[in-house]
């Protein structure tokens, strides 16, 4: 791995971002290029448009749920100031315009390295996590594996079908992927975690998930979050969304041992203790790679295993989930804003929230951050992600939501975000 290739990468993403944030009608600028500010430093945010006259419908929220401002703008062909001011607390700001069908958004943060959970770690939490530690570790590790025929561009590699029994009701479920002739201690570790639902192709390992990585040099195993079968026909799938793990994020929210997150978080540590029996990993690296509900089992991850050496978490979710005890929206699920008693959630929920898992982890935490992310709040991502002492590679997106930027914006996510942190896995894994 290429440790001084990290910090330029960095600073060449945020000397590229876009200025502007453009629509087929309006376009918004900031001040500061990065949209990070610090306190009372201004920002100010001007608008313009197609070059003719129509009404701007402005509004501006501060940590995605307070509207701050809403006022109507005519527009023209000259640029107009549309939002301007200063804040002394750590906080986001999101402007968003819409004219007629069109709606554009661009964020901002003061101080994110300020920012902090919004609730206390529990006084148990390290003897909580210690006893279950133990007690997964104490469990005999029974594995059940099926080889999974692959192309001829394959051949060098294996994929098997993996099975790994696991405190909780669910075990391990994925994909697993290796050279076949790797020499002892030669490999890192690349474990693929991922987002939210049950049914669709994104929330399921696939063996070309786990071969593409094999291919790179690397033991890699793609983990299914919810210890689901794998291949299995659509119907199961659909059954299972409908059926047992329907909301399955609310399951469980009063009682920490019941808690739907609980199960997930070990069957990581399980994985994490199969993969590093393995003879031929180098013993350093491993890599954990996840997007929203996968990006936060990757913090996860870091916090909980401090063999976790790096991890890649783009928009992470599971992060924060009592920031609205600090006037922030949560990061998802948003539990805490549910029907359940608030009371028996405070003792239940602090346990899994990755703003206290992660506190003190020294991984490398490698995150994109969307600052119109309405899902995974910036302010969210922040706040655990600052509990942590490793090295930390920040790329906040002020154009991003929670899904990935389309349109105009696409070739400019890429090339700044999507392409550097292409680079970052490589040269870590090399």
């Not at 929220?61 to 100031?81: A, E, P, T, V, Y």
């Not at 608030?342 to 935490?365: T, V």
Request: charged share 20%; hydrophobic share 35%.
């Amino acid at each position: 791995m290429r440790k001084n290739l990290l910090l330029p990468i960095f600073a060449l993403s945020l000397a590229c971002l876009s200025l502007a944030l453009q629509s087929q009608d309006i376009i918004l600028n900031q001040s500061n290029r990065t949209g990070i500010y610090t306190k009372g430093q201004k920002i100010t945010v001007t608008a313009s448009t197609d070059n003719y006259v129509d009404t701007l419908h402005i509004k501006v929220f501060k940590n995605n749920n307070q509207l701050l401002i809403q006022k109507d703008i005519i527009s023209g062909k000259d640029s107009l100031l549309v939002y301007e001011g200063s804040f002394t607390d750590p906080c986001s700001i999101i402007v968003e315009a819409r004219m007629k069908s069109v709606n554009t958004s661009l964020g901002m943060v003061v101080d994110p390295e300020k920012l902090k959970p919004g609730n206390r770690c529990p006084r148990d939490f390290e003897s909580y996590w210690t006893k279950l530690k133990k007690s997964l570790n104490a469990m005999p590790m029974v594995i059940k594996k099926a080889a999974v025929l692959g192309t001829d561009s394959d051949k060098g590699y294996t994929c098997d079908d993996i099975e790994i029994n696991c405190l909780g009701p669910k075990p391990v479920h994925g994909y697993f992927a290796r050279p076949e002739k790797a020499a002892t201690g030669s490999l890192p570790v690349v474990l693929l975690v991922h987002a939210a639902g049950v049914k669709g192709s994104w929330c399921r390992s696939e063996p070309g998930n786990a071969l593409k990585y094999a291919k790179k040099g690397t033991l890699c195993f793609d983990l299914n979050a919810h210890g689901m079968l794998n291949d299995q026909p659509e119907d199961y799938y659909g059954d299972l969304e409908n059926g047992e793990l329907k909301g399955y994020w609310l399951q469980g929210l009063t009682n920490r041992d019941e808690v739907y997150f609980r199960g997930m978080y070990l069957r990581l540590l399980r994985t994490i203790d199969f993969l590093t029996k393995q003879p031929e990993w180098d013993g350093k690296r491993i890599l954990v790679i996840g997007e929203s509900q996968g990006g936060g089992q990757a913090l996860i991850a870091a916090g909980l295993d401090p063999r976790v050496s790096a991890v890649v978490a783009i928009v992470p979710a599971m992060c924060d989930w009592f920031g609205s005890q600090s006037k922030r929206m949560s990061g998802w699920p948003q539990p805490f804003e549910s029907n359940a008693s608030k009371n028996e959630m405070l003792k239940a929920l602090p346990y899994f929230d990755a703003a206290n898992i992660l506190k003190g982890s020294k991984a490398i935490i490698y995150t994109e951050i969307g600052l119109i992310d309405m899902t995974c709040p910036a302010t969210s991502v922040y706040a655990a992600v600052n509990q942590a002492n490793g090295q930390k590679i920040i790329y906040p997106v002020p154009y991003r939501p929670h899904h990935q930027p389309g349109g105009v914006l696409a070739k400019t996510w890429e090339e700044t975000v999507y392409k550097p942190r292409e680079l970052f896995i490589s040269n870590y894994l090399k």
